[in-house]
T-cell receptor, first 109, second 114 residues
Framework: GQNIDQPTEMTATEGAIVQINCTYQ??????LFWYQQHAGEAPTFLSY??LDGLEEKGRFSSFLSRSKGYSYLLLKELQMKDSASYLC??????????WGAGTKLIIKP | SQTIHQWPATLVQPVGSPLSLECTVE??????LYWYRQAAGRGLQLLFY??????ISSEVPQNLSASRPQDRQFILSSKKLLLSDSGFYLC?????????????FGEGSRLTVL
């Protein structure tokens, strides 16, 4: 079967750095997405990785290792507004997105 | 610029009643359209997707149905709701032909079936 694993919840301090991991087992691979979802709202796109390596976008970076079936989202200089759920999703060989359950990130002052 | 809007935002319905959720996209033509359901503690579940008018693919057999009567309109329906239909429903669009492109989500519709 296809599976996406990410931690259920993480806590971090304002101003710090946090890394949210995602491991996947899918039938084929056509890229990995990270989305941010604030409580009660729709997900919004953060990043897309299809090749190995690190993609940096301001305070957010996303890393992919296809051989290990592994990705992480790195958030730097955490702000209170970063409190949200972070969803990892992998596109399989049929171009269907397989979604993880999301990681709820709690930021403390 | 492109926008997506879905409604209603929240609704409470009795078991056995009908359902209609609507989604419209503006500013793009022939988008790929999706209906997802999000249950607490679980990943987004793809319910239906459409690559064109009248073309609907169903991912999960259940008592829900979808229609695309116009290019930029996507409707999720049920004739008789079940308790298990409760959840957060999300409509999304994607650029046509861009299967690896990002999804743009509507605001979501929270359905509670009592």
């Amino acid at each position: 079967g296809q599976n996406i694993d990410q931690p259920t919840e993480m806590t971090a301090t304002e101003g710090a750095i946090v890394q949210i991991n995602c491991t996947y087992q899918t039938s084929g691979f056509n890229g990995l997405f990270w989305y941010q979802q604030h409580a009660g709202e729709a997900p919004t796109f953060l990043s897309y990785n299809v090749l190995d390596g690190l993609e940096e976008k301001g305070r957010f970076s996303s890393f992919l290792s296809r051989s290990k079936g592994y990705s992480y989202l790195l958030l730097k200089e955490l702000q209170m507004k970063d409190s949200a759920s972070y969803l990892c999703a992998v596109m399989d060989s049929n171009y269907q997105l397989i979604w993880g359950a999301g990681t709820k990130l709690i930021i403390k002052p | 610029s492109q926008t997506i809007h879905q409604w209603p935002a929240t609704l409470v319905q009795p078991v056995g009643s009908p359902l209609s959720l609507e989604c419209t996209v503006e500013g793009t033509s022939n988008p790929n359209l999706y209906w997802y359901r999000q249950a607490a503690g679980r990943g987004l579940q793809l319910l239906f997707y459409s690559v064109g008018i009248g073309q609907i693919s169903s991912e999960v057999p259940q008592n829900l149905s979808a229609s695309r009567p116009q290019d930029r309109q996507f409707i999720l329906s049920s004739k008789k709701l079940l308790l298990s239909d409760s959840g957060f429903y999300l409509c999304a669009w994607q650029l046509p032909g861009h299967h690896t492109g990002e999804l743009f989500f509507g605001e979501g519709s929270r359905l509670t079936v009592l």
